[in-house]
């Protein structure tokens, strides 16, 4: 046996040194001059599972019964009966013996259900007031509002058919509560009309004039540089 620069050989038939493969079967890794058998710690412990399955896979080979362990020694009958009713956890774990009264085991299920729907209307009450709270104090320490916010990440995020759906939607709404809409339009515009006369005086200045004169003040600011 010798060693060859990092690697660990040896001399074969042929007199030539060549370099030693890890023992793993199936692994043509070779083996490091600082190392036994094995290419890797990887490779050693496999290797030493393996001999150990080897060793006491059949120790069971020899009894009747489920030759996967002790249990399958036992000739004692099963203890469940097929007229009872058993509380069970998920049907894989818990298994109880004692017999229960199907009423009773009916109030049992009901009480339980009715905890797990109270907790969980607990946990969403008070993930919604801490989301409450949060929007308060976000809007207390920021011009935009938390809504605005978020509106204008949902919509960067709109796709055309996003776009398509929403004006639907819309459109459907207004027509459903159209009376209402034009009630609270009417009411807004009673109690401030000068603030709504100035936005309808500004979106009538920008968009009934005529196009020839929107092109002839365009020219007039491109020429003049302003």
């Known amino acids: 046996m010798g060693k060859g620069k990092g690697t660990k050989t040896y001399i074969g038939e042929d007199g030539q040194l060549h370099p030693v493969i890890c023992s793993v079967s199936d692994c043509q890794n070779q083996v490091k001059e600082n190392q036994e058998k094995y290419c890797c710690d990887a490779c050693r412990k496999r290797a030493m599972t393996l001999k150990s ?13 489920w030759a996967g362990g002790p249990r399958g020694l036992t000739t004692v009958p099963s203890s469940i009966k097929h007229n009872e009713t058993h509380v069970t956890g998920d049907g894989r774990f818990v298994i109880d013996d004692y017999r229960v009264d199907p009423e009773i085991f009916a109030i049992a299920e009901a009480n339980h259900e009715k905890y797990v729907q109270d907790r969980n209307e607990h946990e969403a009450r008070v993930v919604i007031a801490g989301l409450e709270a949060f929007v308060d104090e976000y809007n207390k320490h920021h011009k935009e509002s938390y809504a605005t916010e978020q509106s204008k990440k949902y919509n960067a995020n709109l796709t055309e058919d996003g776009l398509i759906g929403r004006r639907k939607r819309n459109r459907d709404y207004f027509v459903k509560n159209k009376k209402k809409i034009l009630a609270n339009q009417r009411a807004r515009y009673k109690a401030n009309p000068e603030k709504y006369n100035k936005i309808r005086k500004k979106y009538n200045y920008y968009t009934k004039q005529p196009d020839l004169f929107k092109y002839e003040k365009w020219l007039k600011k491109r020429i003049s540089g302003s």
């Not at 399955?53 to 019964?65: A, I, L």
């Open 53 to 65: 399955m080897d060793t006491y896979r059949g120790v069971y080979k020899d009894f009747d019964g």
